[in-house]
Structures are given as C-alpha cells and as structure tokens.
C-alpha cells in the first residue's frame, strides 16, 4: 500500500475521532458525559498514534507487536488535553484558540516525534521542525469548528482532513528523515 493511502487509513481515523469527539463534547450534559468525549479523544488518539507508527516504520497498519502503545497513550492523553483547552478557549475567542492549539500541538507533535525515533517521550520538549504542520493542523481546526457553527459541517471536516493529512504527511517525512539521520 502506498505512503499516501497508509497516511489517509489513519488521518480519516484521527477525522472521526475529533468529529465524535466535538459532537460528544457540544452534547454534555454533565461530568460524565464530558469525561466520555475525553475518552473517546484518548482511545481514538492512541489508535491513530500506533497505526501511524506502523506507518513511519513500514509495518503493518495494526501490528501491536513491538508498537510503543504506552508511551503513545500517554501522548494521546496530551493530546486529548490540548484540544479540550482548544474547545474550551474557542468557546470565547477562535482566534486565540487558534493559536494556543498551535503552540501546544508544536509540543504534542515534539513529544510524538520522540518516541517515533524510539527516544523517551519528554526528552525533547519543542521542535522547530513542527511549527509549520502544527500551524496547519491548528488553522485547519480553527476553519472546521466556524464551519461546523456555520452549519457547514461537510466543508469543515474535510477541511479538517485535509489539513491532517497534510500534517500527517510532513510529519511521517520528518520522523522518517530523523531516524535515518539519528
């Protein structure tokens, strides 16, 4: 299967989760129902954060086997976080959600990036190499959200998508690059 289809297998698994997670989120009620969206974030999160490190290390989209699912599950719970604040912030002012999700996500895709490379998580906190696909992701996040208020759900999540998978693209290339080169 080629790069850019093995990519798309786990942007569209990171789309559905975002998209479930906003509908979830806008829904709570309470507590619970708040902690459910969180969970489905972390659950979707890890699923994509192991099939794209099948990924950037040539092995099959589901192989458990060897995949560093502790430490992505961590990551994912960062994530999750991060847009939860995003969500949160958005609610009062996009724009600054906008680039508060920006500059946590350069630290999330950093944190992310390490144990691609096999490295401990934490032990490179920020990337200069992520600022550009985080920027895209953010921005691409900031667009699907207004359109999703707009009532143009449609356009923003494949919006959202394709900002992902440009993301995902550069962010395969830039694993990949530094693991040859480590």
Do not use: C
Not at 136 to 150: F, K, Q, T
Request: zero cysteines.
């Amino acid at each position: 299967m080629k790069d850019q289809l093995r990519i798309a297998v786990f942007t569209i698994i990171e789309g559905v989760t975002l998209v479930a997670w906003l509908a979830l989120a806008r829904g709570a009620a309470n507590t619970g129902s708040r902690l459910a969206a969180l969970a489905v974030l972390v659950v979707g999160f890890t699923i994509e954060h192991i099939v794209a490190y099948n990924v950037i290390h040539n092995r099959g989209l589901l192989e458990l086997q060897g995949a560093p699912i502790g430490k992505k599950a961590v990551v994912s719970l960062i994530e999750s976080v991060i847009w939860a604040v995003w969500l949160i912030l958005a609610d009062m002012n996009a724009i600054v959600a906008t680039l508060v999700l920006a500059g946590l996500l350069v630290v999330e895709h950093t944190l992310s990036d390490n144990v691609f490379r096999g490295k401990d998580i934490f032990s490179k906190l920020l990337d200069a190499h992520t600022i550009g696909f985080s920027l895209i992701e953010a921005v691409g996040a900031g667009i699907w959200l207004a359109l999703v208020d707009a009532n143009m759900a449609v356009v923003g999540i494949a919006i959202l998508v394709a900002a992902s998978f440009i993301e995902h693209t550069l962010a395969v290339a830039l694993s990949r690059k530094q693991t040859v080169s480590a």
